[in-house]
């Protein structure tokens, strides 16, 4: 995502919100998701990270982003359940999502 996010951005941060907003933080939140995969942290942490990117999937732009919402859809087997439930994991997936976009759009 972050080699995409730099090609498309031309390697450029803060040039346009718009990109910064799906396709940086995107890379960002697939980071740290990757990180809680590989330290075993808390899947709360992760589920949010994956909100973010279903956020800027679905949300940021007003029609859906195939690419970043295949990097979310791929992200969620690898990802720790909370509680062992995946029923768990979307719905703290789905609010990390709807609490971004509330965040965003009091700003």
């Given at each position: 995502?972050?080699?995409?996010?730099?090609?498309?951005?031309?390697?450029?941060?803060?040039?346009?919100?718009?990109?910064?907003?799906?396709?940086?933080?995107?890379?960002?939140?697939?980071?740290?998701?990757?990180?809680?995969?590989?330290?075993?942290?808390?899947?709360?942490?992760?589920?949010?990270?994956?909100?973010?990117?279903?956020?800027?999937?679905?949300?940021?732009?007003?029609?859906?982003?195939?690419?970043?919402?295949?990097?979310?859809?791929?992200?969620?087997?690898?990802?720790?359940?909370?509680?062992?439930?995946?029923?768990?994991?979307?719905?703290?997936?789905?609010l990390?999502a709807?609490?971004?976009?509330?965040?965003?759009?009091?700003?």
């Amino acid at each position: 995502m972050a080699l995409l996010a730099f090609f498309l951005t031309g390697g450029r941060f803060g040039a346009d919100a718009t990109a910064d907003l799906v396709l940086w933080g995107s890379a960002a939140a697939a980071a740290v998701a990757a990180m809680v995969v590989a330290i075993g942290g808390s899947p709360y942490i992760g589920w949010t990270a994956i909100g973010y990117i279903l956020f800027a999937g679905l949300l940021a732009l007003g029609r859906p982003q195939l690419v970043v919402l295949s990097l979310a859809v791929a992200l969620m087997p690898v990802m720790q359940r909370p509680r062992g439930s995946l029923l768990l994991g979307l719905a703290v997936a789905a609010l990390g999502a709807l609490l971004v976009d509330s965040v965003l759009a009091a700003i």
